[in-house]
Nanobody, 124 residues
């Protein structure tokens, strides 16, 4: 059974940093493309960043230069390092897995597995 479990969310002041983690189990982690999405109250879930099996990374424009996606295959863990946080970054953050390992999709329906989310709150 595939499971993705996020952690690391919390409350932080604007300009601060957080590192989110997503521990993956139940499949060969290295074979899947991974991504982070977020969803603010009353808004659609939006793509944030992705990394494929060749470790190619892609970012949404609104996080470029502030967020970094990475992974530790030995720990089956995906990370999202978030810096220079803004109040508009407040959202539930989700990790997701795409069985097409080389794809860097931004489309929600391309992802086969999702975590339960971790809440990030940024105050001004």
């Amino acid at each position: 059974q595939v499971q993705l479990v996020e952690s690391g969310g919390g409350s932080v002041q604007a300009g601060g940093s957080l590192r989110l983690s997503c521990v993956v189990s139940g499949y060969t982690y290295r074979s899947y493309s991974m991504a982070w999405f977020r969803q603010a109250p009353g808004k659609e879930r939006e793509w944030v960043a992705a990394i494929n099996t060749n470790r190619v990374k892609s970012y949404a424009d609104f996080v470029k230069g502030r967020f970094t996606i990475s992974q530790d295959n030995a720990k089956n863990t995906l990370y999202l390092q978030m810096s220079s946080l803004k109040p508009e970054d407040t959202a539930m953050y989700y990790c997701a897995a795409d069985t097409e390992g080389l794809r860097l999709s931004r489309v929600r329906t391309d992802f086969d597995y999702w975590g339960q989310g971790t809440q990030v709150i940024v105050s001004s």
